[in-house]
């Protein structure tokens, strides 16, 4: 089992930068596929990227290519999400979750998530 916390959301304005992290307590997080969504008010919650467990294999929503990275450090429990050149509807609350398997795999795990504000 592992417990997702995510941090580094804020308000940026667009154009500019953040970095979320994810720490994940567990002994097993190496083991585990790990993806980043996003919920918008009155939208449904969507993938922005995902990473798998031994970093290898990477995705990225078509609304984030270029501009988001994701990279995990598993000797850190950590993930990340470097977000460039933000837009005002990448305005969201952002989720950490990890997978039990493939990134493909239907996040089992749930961060409590991390408000980012991006202002025009």
């Known amino acids: 089992q592992v417990q997702p916390v995510e941090s580094g959301g804020g308000l940026v304005q667009a154009g500019g930068s953040l970095r979320l992290s994810c720490v994940a307590s567990?002994?097993?997080?190496?083991?585990?596929?790990m993806g980043w969504f996003r919920q918008a008010p009155g939208k449904e919650r969507e993938i922005v990227a995902a990473?798998?467990?031994?970093?290898?294999?990477?995705y990225y929503a078509d609304s984030v290519k270029g501009r988001f990275t994701i990279s995990r450090d598993n000797a850190k429990n950590t993930v990340y999400l470097q977000m460039n050149s933000l837009k005002p509807e990448d305005t969201a609350v952002y989720y950490c979750?990890?997978?039990?398997?493939?990134?493909?795999?239907?996040?089992?795990?749930w961060g409590q998530g991390t408000q980012v504000t991006v202002s025009s």
């Open positions: 567990g002994r097993t997080f190496s083991t585990y596929a």
């Open positions: 990473i798998s467990w031994s970093g290898g294999s990477t």
């Open positions: 979750a990890a997978s039990p398997g493939t990134i493909a795999t239907t996040p089992r795990y």
